[in-house]
């Protein structure tokens, strides 16, 4: 959005029923841009992604915004940073070339750890800070410079689950990575059951019943083309596949965000270009629990809408955020639907 300089990172409060509260920007002169944000334990706010404005080389770097629980925070100097206390602060984080968060979540002990992608090789990217943002470790994982993390989750205190995606051959393939406590590797898995085109995981969640996790994705690799599928997977505690399905048409589909619902059941949000009314509509698709499709919905006009994202809300509703062209004023605008758990279209 709009703000000091080009692209500015927004934080936008609602209340339950979807009725505005307060916004803020941050950011400086160039571009720069939040991917992720939790409500941390106490009351404020922590946001990751990436700043153009304070990098010192140009590039990006990771950046992370701790507010209080009305938004507000210290104002960072040249480099990105500042420190007032542990409600108030901002850091930077970066080596030579493209670094951001993706991905953010608080460890039961009160500390943070990011996921994303680094400049360097190998790219997926995570680090551990403290209350006030100073690092405890980070590491470096997977083959190459395009491999990225998306998605991270804590595992059940051992560690940590990252998602994303890895490329070891020709194609880009679903990456799950274990790391400790640490931040050492235990296990790099690259498991997609086709691997003849580009996978990638976007989301992953803990399963409502706490058997194992819930991944949404996008995956090219079963009708071997240049348009992706809609994928839902589930995996064990231990991060073996025990679910595996695809959904989509003629075009581009994808999955980032889904979970499993109080009745046994997986619902799934994204985006599809080949159904609904415009170019790209949001597309939520609910299923059994063995992956069989139980409603498809689109949402959406003559343009373009995409779902970016997504969370589970206190009574269980499906929470989709993204973008809308067909109902705005012009430009994109954000997007919030929050869908009934006992919706049926």
Known sequence: TAG??????????????????WSRTYGGQENDIG?????TSDGGFLLTGYTKSYSVDGNMDLWLIKTDQSGQTCIPNENGNCTQNSSKWIRSYGSSGNDFGNSVIETIDGNY????????????FAI?????GDKIWDGLYGYGPNDVANSIIDNN?????LVGKSNNNNDDNLCILSIGNDGVIQ??????????????????????????????GANKSYNNSSWSNMWLLT????GNFDLDKNFGGSYTEVGNYAHQTPDNCYIVSGFTESYGQGLYDIWVVKTDNSGEQIFSHTIGGSLDEKALGGTRGHNDELVIVGYTKSFSSGDDEAIVIIMNPNYQP
């Open 4 to 21: 000091a300089g080009g692209t500015n990172v927004w934080i936008l409060k609602i209340d339950n029923s979807g009725q505005y509260s």
């Open 235 to 238: 995996t064990s505690i231990a």
């Open 35 to 39: 991917k992720d944000i939790i409500q």
């Open 187 to 216: 296990n790099l898995a690259n498991e997609s059951l086709g691997m003849i085109g580009d996978d990638v995981g976007y989301n992953i969640v803990k399963k409502f019943d706490e058997s194992g996790y819930v991944i949404a």
């Open 128 to 132: 551990m800070v403290d209350q006030l």
């Open 157 to 161: 205190g051992q560690g940590f689950f």
């Open 113 to 124: 750890v990011v996921a994303g992608k680094n400049g360097r090789i190998p790219s997926i």
